[in-house]
């Protein structure tokens, strides 16, 4: 079974609108931490944002956000007022227990347009 | 810039040569972890290093692949008799020595082997 699961191999958003990337994970340890990756065609992978999975609150780094909805495992990745800059692959990943691998999902590719 | 610095960034080389990846860490981070990412795809996990000590490999590090971090700080990544399925990106992420919420990619290594 597929750990982390990124279900939109491609979206588009228009300059200035929100854009919700999705993503669901399946995990039966109580303790993870789910990360958030942009991959610009130039290939570095840029950390965004993270959630722990005892978080209250969902995490908010500037434009991102993470819609975090434990019960449903699910971590949503929210980006406002989108820029032509935004265009790039992004990665869910998770990070369970005491373990020290990242698994990642396959990835959404954005594309931001005028 | 992340900090964590990977060279070459391209490597081209003929079937059955040996190549070798650096991996330069962002100062005072104790983890060090290499990922291959092949094309459509997330990265996937080789192995992880705390200080010089490698205490975890995946099942894709086959034995053609080694790898190394003397002295706990630039780790290498050397891959045998190469072949064509080698030809991936590699990635190199680090963290600090206490499991966190923040894991830093360099720019990763481009192989294509031809």
């Known amino acids: 079974a597929q750990k982390i699961t990124q279900t939109q191999p491609g979206m588009f958003v228009q300059e200035k609108e929100a854009v919700t990337l999705d993503c669901t994970y399946d995990?039966?340890?109580?303790?993870?931490?789910l990360f958030w990756y942009k991959q610009p065609s130039s290939g570095e992978m840029i950390f965004l944002i993270y959630?722990?999975?005892?978080?209250?609150q969902n995490a908010t780094e500037g434009r991102y956000s993470l819609n975090f909805q434990k019960a449903r495992k699910s971590a949503n990745l929210v980006i406002s007022a989108s820029q032509l800059g935004d265009s790039a692959m992004y990665f869910c990943?998770?990070?369970?227990?005491?373990?020290?691998?990242?698994?990642f999902g396959t990835g959404t590719q954005l594309k931001v347009e005028l | 810039d992340t900090g964590v610095s990977q060279n070459p960034r391209h490597k081209i080389t003929k079937r059955g040569q040996n190549v070798t990846f650096r991996c330069d860490p962002i100062?005072?981070?104790?983890?060090l972890y290499w990922y291959r990412q092949t094309l459509g795809q997330g990265p996937e996990f080789l192995t992880y290093?705390?200080?010089?000590?490698?205490?975890?490999k995946s099942r894709l590090l086959s034995d053609r692949f080694s790898a190394e971090r003397p002295k706990g700080s630039f780790s290498t990544l050397e891959i045998q008799r190469t072949e064509q399925g080698d030809s991936a990106m590699y990635l190199c992420?680090?963290?600090?020595?206490?499991?966190?919420?923040?894991?830093?990619f360099g720019e990763g290594s481009w192989l294509t082997v031809v």
């Open positions: 992420a680090t963290e600090t020595g206490v499991r966190g919420n923040t894991i830093y």
């Open positions: 290093f705390q200080n010089e000590a490698q205490l975890e």
């Open positions: 990943a998770m990070r369970e227990g005491r373990g020290n691998k990242l698994t």
């Open positions: 959630q722990g999975s005892y978080d209250q």
């Open positions: 995990t039966s340890d109580p303790s993870y931490g």
């Open positions: 100062s005072e981070h104790n983890r």
